[in-house]
């Protein structure tokens, strides 16, 4: 039974027992609507609701996102909730989202214990609330937090739902405090459908639609959703409610809502594989070698999770260095109210910082964090592997190297492995979890475990030169490149790239990570360069000319004052003069030209990485593009994109950009035999 009933003393107790989350379904919801005319027929005190297993109701189940609606709808069980004689209460813990809260508000009353949390967030799945929760939610707490709630997304806690009136009160049991409530009191309080709506205010509703286009560009959801808490403000309640409910089951079939949910099953699925189940160590004290701006990232990330963390520097400058990176980012979390000043001393208390080795000695984790230079890791690695007990874990973030030369010297080679952050490591969610060729289970499930330590979204990589990501940027980059030296500028490739969905485009991010990082890596690659791949010359110039991104005011933009992007007539001209000195006659690309060859190539190479086992699935790219490098969400990572646009489609376009350059636009084998089987890259398998 998902949902079950028992009275005592005229008051009814009814448990939402559909675990782990206590999905919504057809189930629950015929028990819902069961429990209503069960309650009625014993003509109960009051309905106290709570979900089993420390949770109220997580929102609807997302596998029947794909079929036709199914009866009893949840608008309909909540209405009989709302309208019913006998007051039902919500005794709220561990969380109440999507539709678990639009029954919470259904009900005459709510409480909620201290650590609960209770939101709408269907925005993020690409639809609305489809059972009340844009007219409800306005009716119980105002406009102005209501629109916040609803175009975010983002849950708040029991105090601040409280303080906002959408709870009635915290209380450490809630259950036992609605068992409490006093009877006459509870008659006196008006259910939620009899609410008056708050009146309109075109100020509110057009900052909320410019901060949207702001903070939400290309996103459907959102907007559709302001839209649909405007409307129903001027229409009587259950107008409101079935208007609601058919914008909803239009998104629902949308396809920014199927590649929302791509992307959620994707996400929940990334963890470690069933064989790897036990065998990870629990580490209590971590090493990272490197207090840079990564290092502290990764250092920070490890003490937030209760580790106790040991910085090595290699002298006094770096220690310095090291200490000035991590303050920079506790004052920074202090300053967003992130955390407070005990918080602070706690992770601080939590922290050394030395240039012994010897440190290191009681650590079962160790990461690398030094800049990309094989000889250096491969001495930090090899005094580590001196002083670490035999069965600690050793681990790299290089973002490029070569995870097998990089272990081929230690003693124990099998108990190295890559965990390759991105910045800021403390922030960004992606961590690709490298395998070499003799990594250890015991090692790749301590990566996984500390992924899921750290909230990360672990994925699978092999070796190859830049694993999965930045492997792909690479050829981002050099797609980049080629189009603005044939006739673009960076400017109008990154605008190109910003209509598509991304934050920022390739130039501004690399003036934000700045010019001499790709410098390195691609004076590292020279002398292994295919000597019949273009190579274009324009990011060294820029070297020379000193142009290193935001750091030096000027990169592929100039930054004058430490304000804002200008654009730069000098870095225009550069390719005018390289496409001169190259007798190439450039061409006017249009917006919808740049983006195609940019995602092409993008696909083309990610493509080769599934073949080659680099990646597992088309899932883990979708999931490596978007959690670290910015692919827009709601297309559902990119080769779900390529999917929405047909295998098929792409290979012929690629056909035809591979008469331009054989080398570069070359089409992946893997493209091909997929073309020809008729399978989406989700379905098909490399053949390994």
């Not at 708050?198 to 639609?209: E, G, S, V």
Request: charged fraction near 20%; include cysteine.
């Amino acid at each position: 039974m998902q949902v079950t009933m028992r009275s005592e003393n005229h008051i009814g107790y009814v448990t939402l027992s559909n675990p782990p989350v206590n999905a919504i379904g057809q189930v629950l919801r015929m028990g819902l609507l069961e429990a209503v005319r069960w309650a009625e027929r014993g003509r109960l005190d009051r309905v106290i609701v709570s979900g089993a297993g420390g949770v109220f109701a997580a929102g609807a189940d997302a596998k029947e996102f794909d079929a036709a609606p199914q009866e009893p709808h949840l608008p309909e069980v909540l209405n009989a909730i709302d309208e019913s004689f006998v007051p039902w209460i919500a005794a709220i813990e561990g969380v109440a989202l999507g539709g678990g809260a639009e029954i919470a508000m259904a009900c005459r009353m709510r409480i909620m214990a201290p650590g609960a949390r209770i939101g709408l967030p269907e925005v993020t799945l690409g639809v609305i609330p489809g059972a009340g929760g844009t007219a409800r939610l306005p009716r119980l707490v105002g406009l102005q937090k209501a629109v916040e709630m609803i175009t975010t997304g983002k849950p708040i806690g029991a105090q601040e739902a409280c303080s906002a009136g959408l709870v009635h009160t915290v209380e450490d049991d809630p259950i036992e405090a609605a068992f409490l409530v006093n009877s006459e009191a509870l008659g006196c309080i008006v259910p939620t459908w009899e609410y008056h709506a708050p009146a309109h205010d075109a100020d509110l509703f057009r900052m909320a639609r410019e901060n949207l286009q702001a903070k939400m560009p290309g996103q459907e959801a959102p907007v559709r959703a302001l839209a649909v808490i405007e409307a129903g403000l001027a229409l009587p309640f259950h107008a409101a409610l079935a208007h609601e409910r058919q914008v909803f089951l239009e998104l629902k079939t949308g396809s920014q809502s199927k590649a929302l949910r791509h992307l959620f099953f994707a996400q929940r699925a990334a963890k470690a594989p069933a064989h790897l189940k036990g065998a990870a160590l629990e580490v209590q004290h971590a090493v990272v070698v490197g207090g840079g701006t990564m290092g502290a990232g990764i250092a920070y990330a490890l003490v937030s999770s209760g580790v106790q963390v040991t910085i090595l520097e290699a002298d006094a400058d770096g220690l310095k260095r090291a200490e000035d990176n991590i303050g920079k980012i506790i004052a920074a979390s202090l300053s967003r109210g992130m955390i407070d000043a005990a918080r602070a001393a706690d992770l601080r208390s939590r922290l050394t910082l030395s240039t012994e080795y010897s440190q290191a000695a009681t650590a079962q984790l160790a990461i690398e964090a030094a800049f990309e230079d094989m000889a250096v890791k491969q001495e930090i690695l090899g005094k580590l592997d001196a002083v670490l007990s035999a069965d600690a874990v050793l681990a790299t973030n290089t973002s490029y190297l070569d995870l097998n030369e990089m272990a081929a010297p230690l003693m124990d080679p099998t108990r190295v492995i890559g965990l390759h952050f991105f910045a800021p490591a403390h922030i960004m969610k992606l961590l690709e979890i490298v395998q070499g060729a003799q990594s250890s289970d015991r090692a790749m499930a301590t990566g996984y475990a500390l992924a899921k330590r750290l909230g990360k979204v672990p994925v699978r990589a092999g070796v190859c030169d830049g694993f999965i990501g930045n492997r792909i940027l690479a050829r981002y980059r050099e797609a980049a490149d080629t189009v603005f030296m044939d006739g673009s500028t960076p400017w109008e490739v990154d605008d190109a790239m910003v209509e598509f969905g991304y934050a920022m485009g390739p130039y501004e991010a690399q003036d934000l990570s700045g010019l001499d990082i790709a410098y390195a890596n691609r004076q590292r690659q020279a002398a292994t360069r295919d000597p019949n791949r273009r190579y274009v010359p324009i990011a060294d110039r820029m070297i020379e000319l000193g142009k290193l991104g935001r750091k030096t005011g000027a990169g592929w933009y100039r930054y004058p004052g430490g304000g804002g992007k200008v654009e730069d007539p000098i870095v225009a001209d550069l390719a005018i003069e390289e496409a001169h000195f190259s007798g190439i006659t450039r061409t006017d690309y249009s917006s919808q030209e740049i983006r195609q060859r940019l995602v092409l190539a993008m696909i083309n190479e990610a493509a080769d990485i599934l073949d080659a086992g680099i990646a597992q699935s088309a899932g883990d790219i979708d999931l490596v593009t978007v959690f670290g490098y910015g692919f827009p969400r709601w297309r559902g990572g990119l080769m779900h994109y390529a999917d929405s646009l047909g295998v098929e489609k792409i290979v012929a376009q690629l056909e035809i950009l591979a008469q331009e350059d054989t080398v570069a636009w070359k089409v992946s084998p893997f493209l091909r035999r997929c073309a020809d089987a008729g399978q989406s890259l989700a379905e098909a398998r490399p053949m390994r």
